[in-house]
């Protein structure tokens, strides 16, 4: 089976992840970050705002547009109200990122089934699958970023400008400033270029790095002329909307310098191999390409860098950092592939047998999660749990028994069956678990009648209605309904408490509505998604 994957390396990346999460990912409840996207995707569709981009009708210009405009396309074809269709050109995006590691690896010069390994370890890599959901603006600005750079390094590596990849190169860069604006020109391509230089020295004349810097100016330029044309169109706005984001940069969020020193952590399930892979005196003498192997080092220790400088500091932001990451961790996976069953050292094979041992524990232990858990398990999702706890309980059998013989590439390949398996398989049974108090906001019986809002109104609840929830409240004041009849929606304040509405309307508390699918004991239940809804009558 290994042998197949590797001879279709490409189209193994690609059906990897929609395998894994092309059909089931819309177990997962829509972020707050997705909703703004998708609500400002159904906005072009429906009010034609494909330039001056809004958000439940008003101005939304703290990203660009083409991630909404290719969610637009897709809720275009299958439809606004199918996560699972608005979430897959994030997936593509996904797919795109291993596939660009893969061919970047080969561009390095490394072996067909190494590199393969590297597309694979990004792909698996926690918050780079967890950022298609969480913030999918960045899968795209970094997604096509990467395929830049792929483009500039055989620019870099040739010496010369052919003409397809300068054209490429310019898209894609486009493609990324157009996404995010100058995100990842910071965290990605300016770390990739210092870390080339260290590694592999630049070569050209200088004619040759004029037409370069004249083509990231190109593509800079290409990708930013949606920020020229709102700045045009809509100038007060626009301005307010930049001096709030460039001021979070300093004042939100503020971290310390070292607040990034744990990022190998959000690798997920590769944290003790990003670690070793990180020791450059131990695996330099190890590795099967000491040049590319600096490469990735320097990239990922230059992206880390610069990401510290900026005080504003998410966890999240580290997801570029995993792609040279996937490609250091690579180096030292293919070296317990060669020679692991030579090594003796117990310091050198302890860390091995740990992880993948509680990997493989993990797999075999997953049928005891029904001692710990409030899912019934009943019908359909009996058989889910059937069939998923069988097949991870015979993964890590398979896991222990190739741990004993020390074949490490049938381990690896069996952790990437076991990631499989969890997106495509379990990832469903998390669907069944619903809080008793959930009632979504899509539920309700409008009876032709305008909804409004009072105070805050999450972005998730917003896409969750499927259309706009205006807002009454102002600056000034209270903006009164044209309407005789209509529903009020709020989050915190009672409207009855308020004397300009109380002495004209008849109010009438009609239901809550509950978008958490978490107890309210949890940590993942928030506030912000639940909302009362009132009936106003004029008197």
Known sequence: MIKYIEKYPILSLLLFVLVMLGFTIDAIPVTIMEARNFISAREMLTDDSWILTTMNGEARYQKPP???????????????????????????????????TYLLSKKLELSKPHSLI????????????????EAPWDIYTHGFMLMALLQLFQLFDK?????????????????????????????????????????????????????????????IVLGGWWYFHV????????????????????????????YYWSFFVQSGLWTIPALI???????????????????????????????SIIPEKKSRYLMPVLIPLAINIGFYIEFLIREFKNIKAKKETVPVYFLFGLIALIASLFWSVVFFSNIELTGLVLIRFIITASVLLGIGILTFKSLKEKNIKTVFYLVIVFMLTIGFVALPIAKTYVQADYKPVSELNIENLKVYSLDYVAPEVIYNYGNKIPSIKTVEGYLIPEQKEFYLMTSKVNPETISQFSSLYNITYLETYDLNTSSKDTRGYKTRLVNKLYKFTRK
């Open 277 to 307: 892979s990180l020791i450059y005196p131990y695996l330099k003498t190890r590795v099967s390409n000491l040049k590319a192997y600096r490469f990735s080092f320097f990239w990922t220790i230059l992206a880390v860098i610069l990401l």
């Open 231 to 258: 700045r045009v169109a809509d100038p007060e706005t626009f301005t307010a909307i930049t001096q709030r984001e460039t001021s979070n940069w300093s004042s939100y969020n503020v971290r310390p310098f070292y």
């Open 159 to 219: 010496a010369k400008t052919p003409i397809l990849h300068s054209l490429l190169f310019v898209a894609f860069l486009a493609g990324s400033v157009l996404s995010k604006g100058p995100v990842s020109l910071y965290v990605l391509f300016l770390p990739f270029v210092i870390a080339y230089g260290i590694a592999f020295k630049f070569k050209g004349s200088f004619l040759h790095f004029l037409k370069l810097i004249s083509l990231l100016v190109f593509g």
């Open 66 to 100: 083409l991630p909404t405009w290719i969610t637009a396309a897709f809720g275009f074809i299958f439809g606004l109200k199918s996560v699972l269709a608005l979430r897959w050109p994030a997936l593509l995006f996904l797919a795109s990122i291993g596939i660009s």
């Open 118 to 133: 590297n597309g694979f370890i990004v792909l698996t890599s926690f918050y780079v699958i967890g950022i298609t959901i």
